[in-house]
């Protein structure tokens, strides 16, 4: 069993920057995909950003050119650093985790990021 914990959330004004950290809670192994997801009040969860351990990436069209996904893999964690967050980026932020050989899914707690003046 894999645990996820999530750092980094807050309040930030507009125009403003965060960066969002999550690490597995042990080695999840040399393939696999983590990324980051988000919900908003009322609304569905959506898919911010992803990062395979081969370090390719995908993004929604919301966040290109302003949220930028990383990993360090010998620490198994995964960042987000967001530039430019607007009011509409506020949401729980969570983090996940997957696993193919396996098909197994991974999530965190979620940590909350608030875009307001």
């Known amino acids: 069993q894999v645990q ?8 930030v004004q507009p125009g403003g920057s965060l960066r969002l950290s999550c690490a597995a809670s042990r080695s999840i192994g040399s393939r696999n ?10 609304k569905q969860r959506e898919l ?3 990062i395979t351990s081969a370090g390719s990436t995908n993004s929604a ?6 949220f930028t996904i990383s990993r360090d893999n010998a620490k198994n964690t995964v960042y ?6 607007k009011p509409e980026d506020t949401a729980v ?7 193919p050989v396996i098909n197994r899914l991974y999530w ?3 940590t909350q990021v608030t875009v307001s003046s």
């Open 4 to 11: 996820l914990v999530e750092s980094g959330g807050g309040l």
């Open 33 to 42: 995909e983590m990324g980051w997801y988000r919900q908003a009040p009322g």
């Open 48 to 50: 911010v950003a992803t």
């Open 61 to 66: 069209d919301s966040v290109k050119g302003r």
């Open 80 to 85: 987000l650093q967001m530039n430019s967050l």
């Open 93 to 99: 932020y969570y983090c996940n985790l997957y696993i």
């Open 108 to 110: 965190g707690q979620g």
